[in-house]
């Protein structure tokens, strides 16, 4: 039994390693762009942030919520009074220390303000939507800036290879004509031409090198790696086909994107917030009805009792005369002594409850135009809103015709420089035939091996950009960034 325990512990443990290194690149391997994709959507700190601020909207919406509830709150006070005051439980005047309790539950309950509440509740909802939407945005943003960072390696891979590949002929053009120059068949002039351009073709493969290691760096950058040091990207194979890829129009994709694109829904849901936000701003025309309910008690020092039955221990002139027979006599009036105690705190606080409960309206007559000035921001802004939305539309609709004729015009530089390139090649191998048997001398030699490698690096340069464009296209037609 406890052999089978440990036997399923080990394959439940494999299976977890096994799904956590389908979830993340393993270190030391390639990584394909999906992958550096995902990783940079989970470690993007500009996403984090942006998913900060959807909470904080979804706190907002949640606080709008739960203000349609009443409120309920709690006071305790216990302090001490020195000279001559108004005790408020006794009503009577106190001179000495007195020591005074104060508690109280208190409630109010909002029975209508104009909707200003309810429309602020719709006003926040529209603005956590929105604030979702940014952050799709701004993940479709990294996934674009990480998709022209890959495609720029890949770019960079090529190029160095093509750098390379020209050093290693001119490299064996020197080892040859080396020879014939030892052997006194050629001269020490053609010789230091082609060493000459072997040095420049050299400098070639440095550049090219550095521009792949920036390549390298710049997507890690983008995904927030520490270093770029034994970071490798998947090769995949690109080919484009010789007939036409685009076979949706502009309008076509732009349709599609405007109905998708997070930006767009976004600014839509903007719209909508700053309508209920011209609705809540009207709400403060509106009288407000509340409803406001306590219950206090207290304690106070000054509130005495008799103990026991008081003892008359004499009498004191009033001050008053009485009037018997024609004879005034003086009014005497008995003095009592007697022994006082504080009342408890229970007998107290059972005594002193005190309960009240009303209706409040308030009326707004003239607020120095508070209000007005509060109804045109919220209009103001409610067109600003709008003008957002018509500029995001009409920046996707910008983005689309760029990409659209970038792409085509990618594609036909593509096509004709493949077949530039096809007689560029059979050129240069024709003249390096003549070069060898002594029939050109190195300047056209050198002349034509240049122009062959510009037309290589013009033809991976129109490949990548069509590449890429052809790319954005998919992705504001909603299809995922893959190869």
Known sequence: MRLNKIKNLSFFFFIFIVTANAQEPVAGKAWTMEQCIDYALKNNISVKQSELNTEISQVNLTQSEVNLLPNLNGNFSHSYNYGRTID?????????????????????????????????IKENRYNFLASKYDVDKMKNDISLN??????????????????KNQMGITASQVDRTQKLVDAGSAARGTLLDIQAQLATEELNVTTAQNNLDIAYLTLAQLLNMPTAEGFTIVKPAIAIANEALLTST???????????LPEVKSADNRVKSAEKAVAVAWGGLSPQLSFSASYGTGYSGADKQIVGTPEITGAAATGDYAVNGGIISPVYSPTFSAQYETVSFADQYKNNVNKTFGLNLTVPIFNRFQTKASIDKARIQKLNADLTVESTKLQVQK????????????????????????ATQESFKYTEQKFNVG????TDYNTAKNKLITTQSQLLQAKYEFVFKTKVLDFYQGKPLKF
């Open 88 to 120: 408020r439980f006794t009503n009577e005047f106190a001179t000495q220390q007195v020591l005074s309790q104060n508690l109280y539950l208190s409630s109010t309950f909002n029975l209508f303000s104009g909707l200003q509440n309810v429309n602020t």
């Open 146 to 163: 990480i998709a022209s960072a890959y495609l720029q390696i890949l770019y960079s891979i090529e190029g160095l290879d093509n750098a």
């Open 250 to 260: 502009p309008a076509q994709i732009y349709n599609t994107a405007v109905v998708n």
């Open 399 to 422: 983005n689309i015709q760029q990409a659209y004729a970038d792409a085509n015009a990618s594609l036909k530089k593509y096509t004709s420089t493949q077949k530039a390139l096809e």
């Open 439 to 442: 029939m050109v001398n190195t």
